[in-house]
């Protein structure tokens, strides 16, 4: 009784990135272990992936 | 006047546009609803003839009167860490947080109602239609012997989720997929399936509207290789590409429409340069495009926020979300 779509499931990947950095509620903004900012460094960015359009998000549809 | 960004701490994309507008001066505050009623609190009363209404996040308190404009990024659902949890609680905190914000007049990116119908793909598609863009062959049914039809007048097929939304018991993703020649279609009996023409790619395409501004990238793909770029085990880099004012024209005509001031559109482009319409992300994300292609996508959603609040002319759904 599976829908069709779901043939074509596979395991949703998750993104590790809890230790990379971490919110400033004063700043509003996440930052590294050594105070940077962390959207400052493009190079991290793109290693997390965490701007990433991706699929399997629990709460969002748009990727 | 103050910007409030709705969403959650995890958001470095947010961040991107946090930091331009505090280069600017432009005052923020960015709360998350699921930290109704811990962190986040809200005020607003109803008192002759009028409003005023207060938030507070982290310890900044900010008068809802004095927003010059809302960006809905990732929200949690309200009242989601709150000590005592419970659906009953996110309703009334929804009902309080996003009713009082629903109330002014100031711009949204994107208004929750425009938010709202803009997710449906359906819909989606038929305004593409109407607006002109190409848009691949597409069926969604229910019925097994339509899907029969439509694979043997079609028979090169893809298959995603009508909502785009995943199954989380257990968490799986459902991506866009390559429908088998010899399928057997009966499940499609058992819940809506959206199959589409699948077009033979040589990029795709990831067009990020900011108000009136274009900023369109492309990443060579190819034509064997995973349908989904999302999936994709690529490194071709995303490059800038131009718009051709016809798309252009139709992208704008989607977007008037749409009554949203942001949208990412996903197209992929054939062999002839056709750019085949295939969503509109109104919340896309775009800090993987700005990191590869080095487009302000961040600064001009931070220029857009940080317009002053004047000048604007409701929209017929209460929203403020015109695309100056």
């Known amino acids: 009784m599976q829908p069709f779509a779901l043939n074509y499931a596979r395991p949703a990947a998750e993104l590790e990135v809890t230790a990379a950095y971490v919110y400033d509620s004063g700043l509003q903004l996440n930052v590294l272990r050594d105070g940077r900012i962390a959207a400052r460094d493009h190079a991290l960015l793109r290693e997390l992936g965490t701007t990433t359009s991706t699929a399997g998000s629990k709460t969002h549809f748009d990727d | 006047m103050t910007v409030l960004i709705v969403t959650n701490e995890e958001d470095v994309t947010a961040d991107m546009v946090v930091v331009h507008l505090n280069a600017s001066g432009v005052p923020v505050v960015r709360l998350d609803p699921a930290d109704l009623t811990g962190g986040v609190a809200l005020s607003g009363e109803f008192v002759h003839g009028a409003f005023r209404g207060h938030l507070s996040s982290a310890g900044r308190l900010v008068s809802i009167n004095g927003l010059r404009s809302i960006w809905t990024r990732r929200p949690g659902a309200a009242a989601a860490r709150a000590a005592a949890p419970s659906a009953w609680l996110t309703e009334e905190a929804g009902q309080a947080l996003y009713g009082m914000l629903r109330g002014t007049d100031v711009r949204w990116m994107n208004h929750p109602d425009a938010a709202g119908r803009a997710r449906y793909k359906p819909w989606q598609l038929r305004l593409a239609q109407r607006c002109g863009l190409p848009v691949p062959a597409t069926l969604i049914t229910t019925f097994p012997q339509a899907a029969r039809e439509f694979a043997a007048r079609f028979p090169d097929l893809v298959v995603k989720p009508v909502s785009g939304a995943h199954p989380q018991d257990p968490p799986r993703a459902v991506p866009t997929s390559r429908v088998a020649p010899d399928a057997d279609f009966s499940a499609v009996a058992f819940g809506p399936t959206l199959l589409q023409r699948r077009v033979v790619k040589r990029a795709d395409i990831r067009l990020t509207v900011v ?35 016809r798309v252009a024209e139709a992208v704008r005509a989607y977007m008037r429409e749409a009554e949203l001031a ?28 700005e990191v590869d292609t080095g487009q302000p996508i961040s600064l001009s959603i931070a220029e857009w926020l940080a317009r002053p609040a004047t000048g604007e002319q409701p929209h017929a759904n209460g929203a403020s979300a015109k695309v100056p």
């Open chain 2, 211 to 245: 108000g009136e501004r274009l900023l369109a990238a492309a990443k060579v793909a190819d034509a064997e290789a995973e349908v989904d770029v999302r999936f994709a085990a690529s490194d071709a880099p995303w490059r800038p590409v131009e718009v051709a004012p």
């Open chain 2, 262 to 289: 942001y949208g990412a559109f996903d197209f992929v482009e054939d062999a002839d340069g056709t750019w085949w319409f295939l969503e509109c992300n109104q919340s896309g994300q775009f800090g993987f495009i």
